[in-house]
């Protein structure tokens, strides 16, 4: 009876881990397209400004304040070399996301950055000279298929925004397989990434925003209606950029590898569906059945790596005591199955 009941209150809290992640991308990402479209306030660099700013503060508080995590401590030294690369990359990546989402619908966006697992692999295959079995390479045909089929029957197609969003999946790539060699003997979780990724985000980008947008920031100020009102959007949706930050740590730890993959993919649709109910830009058939392939795609990719995975842990097992070498083909990409990690 206790175990039973461990167990349902274990799928309880993984039901409402994945539904505060699930609130907190969407309202993120809908917020987002909000300030762009509906406030006129057209600085993305400025709005990932502030959401650096958020996350920064965000982070020392739940480090510091509230405990929620330890503080992984990293010497000086590091932090310039290892952590200072990987802010750059992880700038990048929110910039370009909130990029994209100035020129095209959410609904493409999003269906572009579930293009993320295929850049990964064909970066360490071209770059980094790694192999990967026939399997992990079928699962990624639907997934491009899929956005091949999504951006040639995007009705609010914007090259600048696609570029931005195809730019933005190989940011994210580089910072998963930089992740690999730079954080090399540190185990971050997502709120000590924040922690110490932020503030040199903010720095990266602070210079760079106020040369390109601050002119049109301040012509903002002085002709906007409702100032106040919009301020208090934009600083609310770096607050909830840090909480999406936050809730994935709680995610992570509240469900199994397969779960998260599915719940992961399964979002992406509930902010398809989110973002056309309210903005209404116009999706053609093909284009749903487009971004519906892609979203298979990406639970059968990550349903493949599961399954390769269990079959090398398998073989580690019984391959123990031998030293037979290492065979060439690398059977997963440098991507955990669940990234503890932004």
């Not at 095209?104 to 192999?131: C, D, E, G, N, Y």
């Not at 040199?200 to 409702?226: K, N, Q, R």
């Not at 730890?253 to 109910?277: D, E, I, M």
């Not at 390769?308 to 030293?323: D, F, K, V």
């Amino acid at each position: 009876m206790e175990s039973a009941a461990g167990g349902g209150l274990g799928s309880m809290r993984a039901v409402l881990a994945i539904l505060q992640w699930w609130g907190f991308n969407v309202t993120v990402i809908i917020i987002n397209k909000w300030i762009f479209q509906k406030l006129d306030f057209k600085f993305p660099l400025t709005v990932s400004c502030v959401h650096f700013i958020c996350s920064s503060i965000g982070a020392y508080i739940a480090i510091h304040v509230l405990k929620a995590k330890p503080l992984i401590q990293v010497e000086p030294e590091d932090r310039w070399k290892r952590i200072f690369p990987m802010s750059f990359v992880f700038c990048m990546n929110i910039v370009l996301g909130n990029v994209s989402l100035r020129y095209i619908p959410v609904s493409f966006m999003q269906t572009i950055k579930s293009f993320t697992p295929a850049t990964t692999v064909i970066l360490q295959w071209l770059v980094w000279s790694k192999h990967f079995e026939w399997r992990i390479w079928a699962s990624l045909v639907p997934i491009v298929g899929g956005i091949l089929l999504t951006s040639m029957t995007e009705l609010s197609f914007n090259i600048f925004g696609f570029c931005a969003a195809m730019i933005g999946c190989l940011a994210t790539s580089t910072k998963t397989i930089l992740a690999e060699s730079l954080l090399h003997g540190y185990k971050f979780d997502s709120i000590n990434t924040v922690y110490y990724m932020a503030p040199f985000a903010t720095m990266i980008l602070a210079l760079p925003a106020m040369l390109l947008e601050g002119g049109g920031v301040i012509d903002w100020f002085y002709t906007h209606d409702s100032v106040f009102s919009s301020l208090i959007i934009i600083l609310g949706s770096g607050v909830l950029a840090f909480c999406l930050n936050f809730s994935i740590f709680y995610v992570i730890h509240s469900t199994t590898a397969v779960t998260f993959n599915v719940a992961g993919n399964l979002k992406v649709a509930v902010a398809v569906l989110v973002s056309w109910l309210i903005f209404r830009n116009p999706i053609s058939p093909m284009n749903a059945i487009g971004c519906a392939i892609t979203l298979v795609g990406c639970t059968f990719y990550g349903y493949v790596r599961h399954l390769i995975s269990q079959q090398q842990a398998a073989a580690l097992l019984g391959s123990q005591g031998t030293n037979s070498p290492r065979s060439r083909v690398e059977m997963l990409p440098l991507v955990g199955d669940k990234e503890d990690k932004v």
